[in-house]
């Protein structure tokens, strides 16, 4: 071997020296980098000049791993956004004990009919009946409103996450191009792609997704339905805001928009990310619970009107339809205009003798006071339950938002656990500090032992020089 040849060789050692160092250095500083992965420098012969070269610095990524942390981050961003919106949920219906739900306005009304009933010539009593009735539709409009409120919300938040998304995909779109024009070129592409793992990760919490690997370092993206986010140009997911929703606006009637590929509906395979989920909300879980406070409404209507011998069939009793008698195919935000009728306001000795009644009867005579008790404790079935009082009917429907609020925290404590195991083991799995510190000094070792075999060459070179 020639004095030249080791020459280069051993300057060839400290250049991948310096590089291996660079690398190390980069590990240890990004360890806790979000999107970061380990680096290693490939090493490879060098032909011409002789010793070694660097053929360029590679990820380490275990992409199983990857994709398993990716599908925990979209359940968690789904459980996330279905226990905020139950937490919301419940709080606009109130609990068993809240002065607000529509439970404690039924306690009171019965409350205040019981006292009506001991005293039925009393005006007072009469009048605090009325006002309880009062009360309790006041609170079937706030809480419809309510839920339609959080449907509105669902329906905005749902908007952002598609503006979101796209502009993420069009990222990807070009993160993709840039990476492949870097490798034509020979350059060093790591640093795009922990970039473009970023974006990935923020799409996944969004939808879920599957990562396909392209040539020229692309990737596409799909979700697990098929429908494809991704290959080469990103496809734009297309919808639209409403401003205010009521309660009879659906996706079925055309009334809200929908999510579209290519004027494809993608709604139904978006899974449980954060869009599915705010999809599911708007469309299903609020829906019925409009329904379900709906029901209660037709339920207090249809229980007083049979209590009500004043009244023809067809005729509003004491509670009406937004004045009129209940119409059993048409209760679709019945909530929102349920209201106490008209001439009790007017004649409030009708509560005491019948809406309809010709005239005022005796002061004294609780017959129907106790008809409309006995009409709120008449066992009643509703969508299947079993036969309940309309306060036991009441309680279930709190019970079962409490219910599905508990049984949603569960869900998200347990995806968000999975999920910051999953990350863990991405970190344990990605830069270690303390074989990167020992891989520093093997490198000092390195260069200090091609900088030695430089010295002698130097020291021969100089001998040759003197003869």
């Known amino acids: 071997m020639s004095l030249t040849h080791s020459l280069n060789n051993a300057l060839s050692g400290i250049t991948i020296s310096a590089k291996r160092a660079e690398v ?210 990103a496809r734009e997911v297309s919808f639209t805001k409403t401003s205010t929703i009521a309660a009879d606006m659906t996706l079925a009637s055309g009334a809200l928009s929908g999510l579209t590929i290519n004027e494809r509906d993608i709604g139904s395979r978006l899974g449980d990310g954060a869009l599915g989920t705010q999809l599911k909300m708007r469309d299903e879980t609020l829906v019925q619970a409009q329904a379900d406070l709906d029901a209660l409404a037709a339920d207090l209507i249809d229980r007083f009107a049979a209590a009500d011998p004043s009244i023809a069939t067809g005729q509003p009793s004491i ?34 003798d019948g809406i309809a009644a010709a005239t005022a009867g005796p002061a004294g005579d609780n017959t129907q006071i106790d008809a409309w008790i006995e009409a709120l404790d008449e066992p009643v079935s509703l969508a299947g339950s079993s036969p309940q009082s309309a306060a036991g009917l009441a309680a279930d429907f709190i019970t079962s938002a409490s219910t599905a609020r508990l049984r949603a925290e569960d869900t998200a404590t347990f995806t968000v656990a999975t999920q910051t195991a999953l990350k863990e083991a991405e970190l344990a799995n990605g830069v270690d500090t303390d074989a990167e510190i020992q891989a520093l000094l093997q490198i000092e070792k390195s260069y200090a032992a091609n900088a030695k075999v430089i010295g002698i060459i130097d020291e021969m070179f100089a001998r040759l020089l003197e003869i």
Do not use: C
């Not at 680096?39 to 660097?54: H, K, N």
């Not at 009304?109 to 309790?136: M, N, Y």
């Open 319 to 352: 509670l009406t339809d937004n004045g009129g008698p209940l119409d059993p195919t048409d209760t679709i935000g019945l909530a929102s205009r349920i209201s106490v009728n008209n001439a009790l306001s007017a004649e409030p000795w009708r509560l005491r």
């Open 24 to 233: 190390s250095s980069g590990n240890i500083a990004n360890a806790a980098t979000p999107g970061y992965a380990k680096r290693d420098l490939a090493v490879a012969s060098d032909v011409v000049r002789g010793g070694v070269r660097a053929a360029g610095v590679t990820r380490t990524v275990d992409e199983a791993l990857l994709a398993d942390r990716r599908s925990a981050d979209t359940d968690a961003a789904g459980a996330q956004v279905s226990h905020e919106a139950l937490k919301r949920l419940e709080m606009v219906i109130g609990g068993i004990d809240s002065e607000t739900s529509i439970s404690a306005k039924l306690a009171d009304l019965e409350t205040k009919f019981i006292a009506a009933s001991a005293d039925p010539s009393s005006e007072l009593q009469i009048g605090a009946v009325v006002q309880s009735l009062s009360d309790l539709t006041a609170t079937f409009h706030t809480q419809s409103a309510g839920i339609q409120a959080l449907r509105s919300s669902a329906d905005h938040a749902i908007g952002d996450a598609v503006e979101r998304l796209n502009i993420a995909l069009k990222q990807v779109e070009d993160l993709n191009g840039s990476i492949t024009r870097a490798q034509s070129r020979g350059g060093d592409t790591t640093a795009l792609q922990d970039q473009r793992q970023q974006v990935i990760d923020q799409i996944a919490e969004i939808v879920p997704i599957r990562q396909l690997s392209r040539d020229g370092g692309q990737v596409a993206l799909m979700m697990p339905s098929g429908t494809s986010l991704l290959d080469g140009k």
